[in-house]
């Protein structure tokens, strides 16, 4: 049975705190703040196994900081297939004020691993992936500092002797651009593509990826929609509304979407569409790492302009 192989090269605990404003040098009191053990592959390992599909969560993590399953999700899809690490598991904080629905973002930065790590990281994406034929790989999110391409290079390298199926990378920057030259479907939003290319228009940014080796460029823009570019496609999706909501968690169910309609062998279109509803759907959501009931209805409202 294929699978989703979701992997966090810097993975977190994820501390989410709401409130109605925020008023500098004031003290502010509130609900207990949320703490889950997250990063970006988890946050897409937990969505797609929230919607029935096989996930395994990999990343670097130092055995006293594994999470419980039962408190990720649904512990029947979800797996548990982390590396051992002697770096402690890095802190982030997103803080959400209701009154004007604004998200401020605050990460640490993370600690450099021992090079055995990676090494064993590659050799458990390898067995996951010969043990489950067909399976995709994702890598999300930053990397920890003192990071080098050849770390990417390793990991996509132990999936493609395993036959993986697909894989996806959501980071910016040079590892960004080394993963088009890897061949992968890229989903950087438009600052990342910006910053990543050096060109501001979006068109421009995507068409150089593909020129770099990328398969597929998946560009989010927030509540202008998401465009898909291949060599026969370009796609714009989006909803007619933007909706309000916490956005922390959007970027991660695209990715889940993504690779999940990679998984059922959708075509780019139907893949597209899903990948907006379950983007809108987290936003709907409290914490990063799942979506709203609602999303069948929200991709009843998604529109499709093929602008190929």
């Known amino acids: 049975m294929s699978a989703l ?3 966090t090269p810097n993975p977190a605990r994820d501390v989410t705190i709401t409130l109605d404003k925020l008023i500098p040098e004031a003290t502010h009191r509130i609900d207990a703040a949320r703490r889950v053990f997250g990063g970006k592959g988890v946050n ?4 797609a196994a929230s919607q029935g599909y096989a996930a395994f969560m990999a990343g670097p993590v130092r055995t006293s900081d594994h999470p419980q399953l039962a408190d990720l999700g649904n512990p029947e899809f979800l797996h548990n297939a982390l590396s051992d690490t002697p770096v402690p598991l890095r ?3 997103a803080i959400h004020t209701t009154a004007n629905n604004e ?3 605050i990460n640490e930065r993370g600690q450099e691993h021992p090079a055995k790590v990676w090494e064993d990281l590659a050799q458990q994406i390898r067995s996951i ?4 034929p067909g399976s995709v790989l994702s890598i999300s999110g930053s990397w920890p500092p003192g990071t080098e391409a050849d770390t990417l290079r390793l990991l996509i390298a132990a999936a493609r002797k395993a036959n993986i199926s697909e894989v996806i990378v959501d980071c910016a920057g040079p590892l960004l651009l080394e993963a088009c030259r890897l061949g992968a479907v890229v ?3 438009v600052a990342e593509l910006a910053e990543t290319t050096g060109d501001n228009d979006l ?3 995507a068409r150089r990826l593909l020129a770099e080796g990328a398969r597929m460029v998946v560009v989010s823009q927030g509540p202008d929609g998401v465009v898909l570019i291949d060599e026969d496609h370009h796609l714009h999706a989006k909803l007619p509304t933007p909706l309000r909501g916490n956005p922390t968690g959007a970027g991660d169910a695209m990715v889940a979407a993504l690779a ?3 998984l059922d062998q959708l075509p780019a279109k139907d893949t597209l569409t899903r990948a907006v509803a379950w983007s809108a759907a987290a936003v709907l959501v409290d914490v990063a790492g799942a979506i709203d009931a609602s999303w069948p209805e929200l991709h009843e409202d998604v529109v499709l302009e093929n602008r190929s």
């Open 5 to 7: 192989i979701a992997v």
């Open 44 to 47: 897409v390992a937990r969505v």
């Open 91 to 93: 802190e982030t904080f």
């Open 103 to 105: 998200t401020v973002i």
């Open 129 to 132: 992936a010969e043990a489950e």
């Open 187 to 189: 989903k950087p939003n």
């Open 203 to 205: 068109l421009n940014g």
């Open 260 to 262: 999940c309609g990679f």
